[in-house]
């Protein structure tokens, strides 16, 4: 079942601990949070310290998405925090499979992320490592952008890949997911959707969480119907 991932970079930070909870109210199963470093993309934001807080804040599963370099000397202190699932990117890792293995250590949810320009058969033998797989449909560092089109198809290609090799990990997408890029996102095979504009952006995110997800799910009601063999089940 499609699931919706408010993420907390477009959220009022002076606020932060209610529009989760908002966000939660409309639907929301996990949290996502966005961790910018300056190097790796052009944008700070937080560290394990925020994480720390939202651990407190909320049950809900905290999606820690790493855009950083040498995400391996922070891997123990996001578990430390209380983290959940952390996403580090394949272009920021030179040892790719170490660093999915201290996740897994660190008795940690494993994702790797794909930039717009990664094609994602680079991914293939660490595909039975992960939890999830992210792809980025805009240049990560900063919220509100615009969706890539040719995104549809690393979508789509990367759930061919998944079913040819009988893998059950999920397709996360993260960049320009709203009401009018919804129902395509969700029809290509993702299940994971990030959304942060789209859920806090007017400042109802129990409102537009909920809008959001009604539409993801309608999509994926109308592509069950279309193509009936293609199940996806519920995250855990």
């Given at each position: ?44 934001t937080v560290g394990p310290p ?187």
């Amino acid at each position: 079942m499609v699931e919706l991932l408010p993420s907390i970079l477009s959220a009022d930070f002076a606020h932060l601990a209610d529009a989760i909870a908002a966000a939660e109210r409309g639907g929301a199963t996990a949290i996502h949070v966005d961790v910018m470093d300056g190097h790796f993309v052009p944008n700070i934001t937080v560290g394990p310290p925020v994480v720390k807080s939202l651990r407190k804040a909320t049950k809900l599963p905290l999606d820690c998405h790493l855009m950083i370099e040498n995400p391996n000397d922070f891997i123990a202190e996001f578990a430390d925090a209380g983290a959940d699932w952390v996403s580090v990117h394949y272009e920021a890792c030179p040892h790719l499979h170490r660093t999915l293995q201290l996740i897994l250590n660190h008795s940690m949810k494993p994702g790797v992320v794909v930039n717009p320009g990664t094609r994602v058969d680079l991914i293939l033998e660490i595909l039975p490592m992960v939890h999830h797989v992210l792809v980025m449909s805009v240049n990560p560092g900063f919220g509100g952008q615009e969706f890539i089109p040719f995104s549809l198809d690393k979508i789509r290609h990367l759930a061919a890949m998944r079913r040819d090799l009988g893998l059950q990990f999920k397709i996360e997408v993260d960049g320009g997911v709203a009401h009018d890029t919804v129902a395509a996102i969700v029809q290509a095979g993702a299940e994971l959707l990030v959304a942060g504009n789209a859920v806090f952006g007017a400042g109802q995110p129990e409102r537009d969480a909920r809008a959001l997800l009604a539409a993801a799910r309608q999509a994926e009601i109308l592509q069950s119907a279309s193509n009936p063999a293609d199940g996806k089940s519920k995250i855990h």
